[in-house]
């Protein structure tokens, strides 16, 4: 059976959680990953989860922000002690473009020891591009800079991963039908305001969304502390909206497809 592992769920500044990171099982061994958290932890979720440095042969990076790339520069710098290693990144072009300025700046010398290991692929929008097994389709989303979501067609099911984002009829769009809806909870409807204004959505809206879509099931990720919001709120809220129970994830959580 397929399925995805959420090696971070939290928010930028959340020290309950881990920023964002999955991991998608591929077959023949590899691994995709969506997302690098904001640093180093990304490389102890890894091992937490099981998951071999040399299996990770796919990167997706959704946005820029340092909670979505900031494991970039960590993963790259483990890469190049494992000879066996090879790795290619994959993201819109000019997001592409600031994450290797990024590393010239962090980690300058870091492309030349991996040479011809690391690989870079731009991404263009409402274009299926196969990377392994997975047939990914990025797709523009709200969030104030490039940010990409992801439909994902894997072992016969299909799920859609939101990123950051403010409400957004391209997401519904492409999540049309979805099995699984993985979407970005910023806080409840009374602060809606203020959770646009960071370029994200309401439970509400997340739970709005996934009913206009036709989704399956919904799982709510990108959780703030608790002392800004408790995610069993965050859950009902949706759920009153989307009409069926929502799922919350969590760190290192396994959810099957």
Known sequence: MKHIIMLG???????????TSLALPLDAGETLLIDTTSGTALLHQLREAGIALIGIRHLVISHRHF????????????????????LTVYSPHDTLYILRAMLALTIPGVEDWLGARLRWQALAL???VE???????PFAVDHGIECIGLRLALGGGSVVFSADTRPSANLVTH?????????EAYGLVDTAVATHLFGHST?????????AAGARRLLLTHFRARR????????????AVFG???ELARDLGVVSL
């Open 9 to 19: 769920t939290g928010d930028p500044l959340s020290e309950e959680r881990v920023q």
């Open 67 to 86: 909670d979505h790339a900031g494991g970039l520069a960590p993963l790259l710098t483990a890469l190049v002690a494992v000879p066996e290693a090879s």
């Open 126 to 128: 409402d274009t299926p």
């Open 131 to 137: 990377i392994g097994s997975a047939l990914v389709t």
């Open 175 to 183: 999540a049309r039908d979805v099995d699984l809806l993985i979407h």
């Open 203 to 211: 439970a509400a809206e997340a739970g709005a969304a996934a009913r």
């Open 228 to 239: 800004f919001v408790d995610p069993d709120e965050l859950a009902v809220e949706a759920a």
């Open 244 to 246: 069926r129970p929502v």
